[in-house]
Every structure is written in structure tokens, then in C-alpha cells.
């Protein structure tokens, strides 16, 4: 038979019980406030938990970030190592190791533990960041550019920290073709490859180059990026560079309504571009614009439904660009009780130096097809860029001054005069 454990061991074998349980609570409770704290309070979390990698790498990547306080790479080092003898697949510790030597200047081997990050993790940030700048400075922008896609493919906020390559990058036949290759394969990062160039002089040459490249691609110019680069050149006052871009970028289709005035006859084609026109929101008005097949009675083109109330400024505007010389502006028009309390008028404006050119008044009341014109000079002085607006003359936003009715524009068109 068995004998009953004495009530002083009963109480010795429940007190150990209790006590390893307690100790694994206080290990389960101080791992995982260590986990909670690695982030804002990294040095605290290792405390409470040494074996935490996590929190290892965030206390020292802040060490080596900190600006305020030069760090000790001895003492830093010695702690990514101890923490890399314990995780030796932890590819963010090949490359704090890695960063440390490059910054004791020991470049070589910090580059070998650099690309031992990447075979462990081939988007290891540091370690891709670190390969870049040194692909970049060798002259190898081909591995350069597949290395900031696959970057950039799993960190897309990274991007900024690319900019400063880029006119290397561009300024290099391989390096171009390569970025050109890249945005054909449908690169996430284009929109803010574009971006990013628009904002220098040099960025928009080379946003051009690729716009021009891109037209017939599997990947052509987005209407969006081609409006932004235009509008870049014209407030840099490279009109002519904008309006060639504008021309080359127009398919089979758009040419056809090619003109001094593009689609003078208001097709509703696709996406707006400065030299294309533009429909300003505008409260107490409606602009649409219909095809001729699509149009309701015949009456094609620009329909503008003014709401009874004030309206202020601009409805429709495109820029246009008319060498020095005589021409002749023609409006075939409907209106339906059409009553407008101040001028409604085409305005042709001088860009730079800003001045008005001519003004064309829109008459009210009911009428069809109503064939108006008028004509105007562009004189020798310099105005190589001018702004084509439909807009009224109304000042303040008086009630007194009420827009009603409808004017239908079937065709706008300008015609040089012979001299």
C-alpha cells in the first residue's frame, strides 16, 4: 500500500507548484510588456527582456539615428553582435552590424553583411538602402533601379530617400532605359516618380523624355501626368516645349480637332489638359458637352444652363497660342431665354505680360444658330502664350444680378486673316 505524503511535504510540493507558476506568470507578464514598450521605450523593453530583437534593433537604430548625441559604435556594436550569436536569421541585425562598420569606415566587410541581410531578406530596408547608394556610385543604375523597385514595391514611403539618385540615374542612358523599363512593367511607384520630377527644372525634362517615350507603350502617358508636365513647363514660361508635348501627346482622334482652338466643336473627349479646355466649378451654372450624335435636337456642343442666381468669373477657359498677326473669332450659338444682367463674353488674354486682347460678347435673348464674330490682332509685342476664357462681368456676387437661361455653342473657332 501507499503511503500518504505527511502533510509538511503536501505543503513543500503546492509551494513549488505555486512558485514556478508565479515565476511564469511574472516571465509572461514581463515579456509582453516588454513587447508593448519595445517601440516607444526600446531600453525599458530590454530590461524587462533581454532576448527581445525587436526591441534591440529599435533602441539601436535610434542610437545611430540620433543627431543630438554622437553614438558609441564599440558599445553598440557589441550588442548587435551578442544579439545575432542568438538569432542568426535575423537579417535587420546583419545590418545594423553592417551599418556600424560602415560608419567605423570598414566599408568592405560592412557591404558583405549588407548583402547577407539580403540573401536572408531581399527587402531588408538598410541593407537595400545601402546596396542602392553603392550600385549608384559604381555606375551600375541598371542593378540601381531593379533594387529601388523591389524597395520601393514593399516600402512605398521610402521614396523620398531616392530622390537625391534620380538625375544620376536619369542623366544614364542604362539607368533611363532602365526606369523606362520599369514604369512599362507597371512600377506601383510611377505616380510618384512624376511627381517628384515636376518639381525642377531638370526633373520635368526628363518627366518629358519619358512621356514621349511612354506614347504607344503598353503603358502610355496617363492624362494626369501629361497635364501636370504641361502646366510645369508653362509656369516655368517654356510655352513653346508645353505646347509641343500637347500636340505629341494627342492620338488620331484628338488631332482631328486640332486647331488654333482645340476642339473648338466641345466633343466631350477625355481627360482635361491645359491646352485642351477646362470646366471650372462655378455655383449657378451647368457646362455639359455633347456629341453631335448624342445631342438632343441637333443642338451639339457646349451646353451652359445658367440657375438663376449670380455667377462670378470663369465657366470654361483653354490656353491657345497665336503668333503675332490678325484673326478673326466666330461663335455659331443658340440661346433660350437667355437673360444675363452683366456681360457674358469670350476673353482672349496675354499670359505674360498679362493683358487682355480682345473681348467677344455673347447677346442675350432667344435665338438659333446665331453666327457671331468679330475680329482682333495679336500684336509684335512678346505674348507668346494667351488664355481663352468664357466668363461674365459680374464683380460681386449681387442677387440683383441673376444669370437665366440656356446658351448652346455649337462651334468656336479662330481664323488668321491674311495680311
Known amino acids: 500500500m501507499m503511503q500518504q505524503a505527511s502533510p509538511l511535504m503536501e505543503n513543500l510540493r503546492l509551494s513549488a507548484i505555486w512558485f514556478v507558476a508565479s515565476a511564469l506568470v511574472l516571465v509572461a507578464s514581463s515579456i509582453g510588456l516588454s513587447r508593448f514598450l519595445e517601440t516607444e521605450s526600446p531600453a525599458v523593453s ?128 542604362d539607368g533611363y532605359e532602365a526606369v523606362l523599363a520599369a514604369i512599362k512593367a507597371e512600377a506601383p511607384w510611377r505616380a510618384a516618380l512624376f511627381a517628384s520630377l515636376e518639381k525642377t527644372s531638370e526633373g520635368i525634362d526628363f518627366a518629358n523624355r519619358l512621356l514621349l517615350d511612354l506614347t504607344g507603350s503598353s503603358a502610355p502617358p496617363k492624362a494626369s501626368e501629361l497635364s501636370a508636365v504641361i502646366t510645369g513647363y508653362i509656369l516655368r514660361k517654356k510655352y513653346e516645349t508645353a505646347y509641343r508635348l500637347f500636340l505629341f501627346s494627342l492620338s488620331d482622334q484628338e488631332r482631328k480637332l486640332s486647331g488654333y482652338i482645340f476642339n473648338g466643336t466641345f466633343e466631350p473627349v477625355s481627360g482635361p489638359k491645359p491646352f ?107 505674348c507668346p502664350l494667351q488664355l481663352l476664357k468664357l466668363r461674365t462681368a459680374a464683380i460681386a456676387e449681387s442677387w440683383r444680378f441673376r444669370y437665366v437661361g440656356t446658351l448652346i455653342m455649337h462651334k468656336l473657332s479662330i481664323e488668321r486673316l491674311p495680311s
Open 276 to 382: 485642351g479646355w477646362q470646366i471650372r466649378d462655378q455655383p449657378g451654372l451647368e457646362v455639359t458637352f455633347a456629341r453631335s450624335q448624342n445631342a438632343v435636337d441637333g443642338e451639339a456642343g457646349a451646353t451652359v444652363r445658367f440657375l438663376n442666381t449670380p455667377v462670378k468669373s470663369t465657366a470654361l477657359e483653354q490656353y491657345i497660342e497665336l503668333p503675332p498677326g490678325s484673326y478673326k473669332i466666330s461663335l455659331v450659338a443658340s440661346a433660350r431665354n437667355l437673360k444675363l444682367p452683366k456681360d457674358l463674353f469670350w476673353s482672349i488674354s496675354c499670359v505674360d505680360p498679362a493683358g487682355e486682347i480682345a473681348r467677344f460678347n455673347i447677346p442675350e435673348g432667344t435665338y438659333s444658330r446665331q453666327n457671331l464674330i468679330q475680329d482682333f490682332s495679336v500684336g509684335p509685342a512678346a
Open 46 to 173: 530590454i530590461v524587462l527582456d533581454p532576448f527581445n530583437v525587436d526591441a534591440l534593433v529599435a533602441e539601436i537604430t535610434g542610437d545611430l539615428n540620433d543627431a543630438n548625441n554622437a553614438p558609441d559604435l564599440d558599445a553598440l556594436l557589441a550588442n548587435a553582435r551578442r544579439a545575432l550569436a542568438f538569432n542568426l536569421a535575423d537579417a535587420r541585425l546583419y545590418s545594423l552590424v553592417g551599418e556600424i562598420k560602415y560608419q567605423q569606415g570598414e566599408k568592405d566587410e560592412a557591404y558583405q553583411l549588407f548583402d547577407q541581410a539580403r540573401k536572408l531578406s531581399k527587402t531588408e530596408i538598410h541593407a537595400l538602402q545601402r546596396s542602392i547608394g553603392r550600385s549608384i556610385e559604381a555606375g551600375n543604375l541598371s542593378k540601381a533601379v531593379a533594387e529601388i523597385d523591389i524597395m520601393l514595391r514593399r516600402w512605398p514611403d521610402r521614396f523620398p530617400s531616392i530622390v537625391a539618385g534620380l538625375s544620376t540615374i536619369l542623366s544614364n542612358p
